[in-house]
């Protein structure tokens, strides 16, 4: 048996968290340990959009065959290739509500279900876990410190749903590009045959736009678009789009989306009871099983359309966000582009859409989307 992290139940002990991307190994910088605290209470922090992911527990998530037996999950530098997992049984993902801080790094905001609010939560690696049957999925593994860089706990973030009353080998650690893993789900996607506005009013599907062609924004007019990005992935766990019936938001046709994916709502009477009139509210959030639901199964191809700003757009006649550049999503573009960009992006960084994001509990109802058509109708 290695020794390592046990994060007992009773008596945890205090283990420093080191890697890749931890600040103690350069991650932030020159940044100390002070100065990074700051920057997680900081003001603006705060103002960055949440994301809420399912998360697995440590604890619920334990070695029964190798090196590591009986062990709870660890970090990366204390995995063991080949070492058997199980599910506790009883156990259930909790949502764990993170907003960016720096590269790989973030902090556990206030809406969170589990975790510490307030704490740095660490991207450590992208693991792959292999069932018995021989289907292979992606995970993250995200580890919470405290003020002093202890790890507080460590979570496992499927990208995939997880049988919980199956095993899974672990066959692959991957500490290089875990920020990459990540971008796929913090991006806002479009899926293919999207109809995207035109700066002439036509409507065209996001796979026939190229870089250079102009898109109706809500704010700025006429808007170039800087980048397409493309991915395809399974339409499963994270990944599943969302599918807004037509009709439902006064949309022509279905708008099919990432679950993530904010939509703006100008409310001309405030039926959801926001305090104000311009909204921004997540797909997932919609989700009532009839006009809005979760399309899974298969595969998807999503569409990310970037501009000089973050925009809100017109996808299917909704109002939809375009790519917003920050720690999180900056990994998924080409490295020439990220780089020419800097780490200040103006229109990106300056978040000119914060302040209007909706939380889930007024949306928490069955009714929430038809709601919001109310509201934002004449």
């Known amino acids: 048996m290695i020794n390592r992290l046990t994060l007992d139940r009773h008596t945890p002990r205090l283990v420093k968290y080191h890697n890749k991307q931890s600040f103690n190994a350069g991650c932030i910088g020159s940044m100390t340990q002070d100065s990074f605290n700051s920057t997680l209470k900081s003001p603006q922090a705060a103002l960055v959009p949440a994301q809420s992911l399912p998360v697995i527990r440590c604890h619920d998530f334990t070695v029964i065959d190798g090196a590591n037996l009986d062990d709870a999950l660890s970090f990366a530098a204390e995995l063991v290739l080949d070492d058997v997992y199980e599910f506790r049984y009883g156990s259930e993902p909790a949502r764990l509500s993170l907003r960016p801080v720096g590269e790989a790094v973030f902090k556990v905001a206030e809406d969170t279900e589990i975790g ?35 790890v507080n706990d460590i979570y496992l ?26 971008a796929q789900v913090a991006c806002v996607n479009f899926s293919r045959g999207t109809h995207i506005t035109l700066a002439s009013g036509a409507q065209r599907p ?18 170039q678009v800087r ?19 037509a009709g439902t938001l006064n949309n022509e046709h279905d708008l099919i989306l990432g679950p993530d994916h ?22 997932r959030h919609l989700v009532n099983g009839d006009s809005v639901r979760v399309r899974d199964g298969g595969f998807v191809d999503y569409f ?5 700003g973050h925009q809100i757009i017109f996808a299917e006649g909704i109002a939809a966000e375009s790519m917003l550049i920050d720690s999180r999503t900056k990994p998924v573009l080409p490295a020439d582009l990220s780089e020419s960009l800097g780490d200040v992006i103006p229109g990106h960084s300056d978040l000119p859409h914060s302040g209007l994001d909706v939380q889930e509990g007024l949306l928490n109802r ?10 934002s109708s004449r």
């Open 116 to 150: 510490q609010a307030g704490a740095a939560i660490h991207l450590d690696s992208a693991l792959t876990l292999m069932s018995p049957e021989g289907q292979t999925s992606d995970a993250l593994v995200l580890v919470e410190v405290d003020d002093s860089g202890h």
């Open 157 to 182: 973030l499927p990208l995939v749903p997880l049988n919980h009353s199956a095993s899974y080998s672990l066959v692959g650690i991957n500490t290089d590009n875990p920020a990459q893993t990540f």
């Open 206 to 223: 996001i796979e026939d736009l190229q870089v250079g062609d102009r898109v109706l924004t809500r704010d700025d007019g006429p808007q």
């Open 227 to 245: 980048w397409i990005g493309q991915s395809t992935v399974r339409a499963v766990g994270e990944f599943a789009p969302i599918c807004i019936t």
């Open 262 to 283: 904010r939509l703006f709502i100008y409310q001309r009477s405030d039926k959801l009871g926001a305090g104000r009139s311009e909204l921004l509210v997540k797909a």
């Open 304 to 308: 990310q359309l970037l501009f000089d």
């Open 366 to 375: 069955p009714d929430a989307a038809e709601l919001l058509k109310k509201a």
